[in-house]
């Protein structure tokens, strides 16, 4: 509990130093709609902070924790074991408390710890160069679709229909501000994306096209044939991936053509921390695009003596530069979360993120044909890594998820819920596998999912 020390006279000299004459003033850019027109109801004005404490306490122990009950959510957000040592490591108190190093001279910890970052994530997404991380994926994913539009010199941005509808909904977002032309679609419910569909999209006003690999129903294709269309027509391919740990089984986006690759972190030394604070990933395959990438880029150097050393290569935001000129007005790199990406990566090494996606893809085929047994379910994926879309038959997903979670399962996520007004996938379950997954946890969901679907519709 936060005890918040400010009178009305402080408040009060506060909103007249910045000229505003009450606190409602602050939220008029707030649709109407969305704001409260009172106090909440049932909520009393008053109470002790004893009885506030013991209150939220009880709401709490009715949350169902992801290490508390079998865990098969994904989405966007993964549960991968965090080794002991990562906290260990991004506690010690000159990484815990070096923040933003506006004297890199004296920050080389922290320097030397974003190079080494940046080196993975561009190996990792198969690409030259990539920065010192960004806010989480799906700013990253809209700062990719600013950078192609500075660079093609063009306005429209193709977004594919399998992209997080999430991460869709923050590139519309932004693009209210600053005029791109945002084309979006629905997800077609196929086996297979129908990539054909995609590139017939691509015109010659086109400045990006943005895919998802794995995509939101956990679909995997070559996006080798999506690259070529997009460059026929002088635009660029930015991929989204929300899985790193998949990329140590599959092919890397740069090597199929992509020019831009950005993602989400999280699944690596973050943990799932309630929704935040998260990652963002970002990496041009081309070098000549460096100076149009938004963020920071730490680069190695000699000092005067020779000997090794870090730098501030690159910071083209408005913390540094004339606003006018900055390439991105998002003020954070997540140094914290960056580092415990890099040290988890660290430890795992290359062999040991090949045998890590490697079990994720093992498990997650146990769950995918003991699941498409269950009668009333089918698979959808020709292609998967540890995350399917299973087509209930009779039942929407949303009464499914809920039925688990009463039963003590957290048995993945309704597509229907990010998708309310795709009537095709209100019965598609999105089901997510990890190492922390056992092969009882598989059983379990399938016994129970099993109960569920037999029982008589309500």
């Not at 994913?141 to 500075?150: D, F, G, K, P, S």
């Not at 007005?329 to 430890?347: E, R, V």
């Not at 093992?362 to 698979?379: F, H, I, N, Y």
Request: a negative charge; aromatic letters at 6%; charged letters at 20%.
């Amino acid at each position: 509990m936060r005890y918040l020390p400010l009178t009305d006279t402080d408040r009060s000299d506060m909103l007249a130093k910045i000229g505003a004459s009450s606190i409602d003033d602050l939220f008029v850019d707030v649709p109407e709609v969305a704001r409260l027109d009172g106090p909440i109801r049932d909520l009393p004005m008053h109470a002790s902070e004893m009885a506030v404490e013991r209150h939220m306490k009880g709401l709490a122990n009715k949350n169902l924790a992801a290490g508390d009950a079998p865990f098969f959510l994904g989405a966007g957000a993964y549960r991968h074991h965090v080794p002991a040592s990562v906290d260990t490591i991004i506690q010690r108190g000159e990484f815990l408390t070096a923040y933003t190093p506006y004297q890199p001279e004296i920050a080389q910890g922290t320097l030397q710890m974003l190079f080494e970052f940046q080196t993975q994530v561009a190996r990792l997404y198969g690409c030259a160069v990539a920065n010192a991380s960004l806010y989480d994926g799906s700013t990253a994913c809209w700062e990719a679709v600013a950078m192609a539009t500075r660079v093609t010199k063009r306005n429209k941005a193709v977004l594919s229909g399998s992209l997080h509808p999430h991460y869709s909904e923050v590139v519309k977002t932004m693009a209210q501000f600053t005029g791109e032309e945002i084309a979006t679609a629905q997800p077609a419910i196929t086996p297979e994306p129908n990539l054909d569909t995609l590139t017939s999209r691509i015109d010659d006003e086109t400045a990006c096209v943005v895919v998802q690999y794995p995509d939101i129903l956990g679909r995997i294709s070559d996006l080798s044939k999506v690259a070529d269309a997009a460059h026929a027509k002088g635009a660029l391919l930015v991929v989204v991936n929300t899985e790193p740990v998949a990329l140590g089984a599959i092919k890397s986006p740069g090597e199929m053509g992509a020019d831009i690759v950005v993602g989400e972190g999280q699944a690596l030394g973050v943990g799932l921390q309630f929704g935040g604070p998260y990652l963002g990933l970002f990496a041009v395959r081309d070098p000549k695009h460096v100076r149009q990438m938004p963020g920071r880029l730490c680069g190695e150097t000699v000092d005067a003596t020779g000997k090794r050393g870090f730098v501030l290569t690159l910071s083209t935001r408005e913390q540094h530069i004339r606003r006018e000129k900055a390439t991105s007005n998002i003020c954070t790199n997540s140094g914290l979360c960056a580092l415990a990406f890099s040290a988890h990566m660290t430890l795992l090494g290359e062999k040991g993120l090949r045998r890590l996606a490697a079990e994720n893809h093992r498990l997650a085929c146990v769950a995918a044909d003991r699941l498409s047994a269950v009668a009333g379910v089918e698979l959808l994926n020709n292609a998967f890594f540890n995350e399917f879309t299973l087509m209930l038959d009779g039942k929407p997903a949303r009464d499914i998820v809920r039925g688990l979670a009463d039963r003590g399962v957290l048995g993945g996520v309704s597509l229907g819920r990010l998708y309310p007004g795709v009537e095709a996938l209100q019965q598609a379950l999105l089901v997510t596998v990890t190492e922390m997954t056992t092969e009882e946890d598989i059983e379990t969901l399938a016994t129970e999912l099993e109960a569920i679907l037999k029982e008589p519709a309500q």
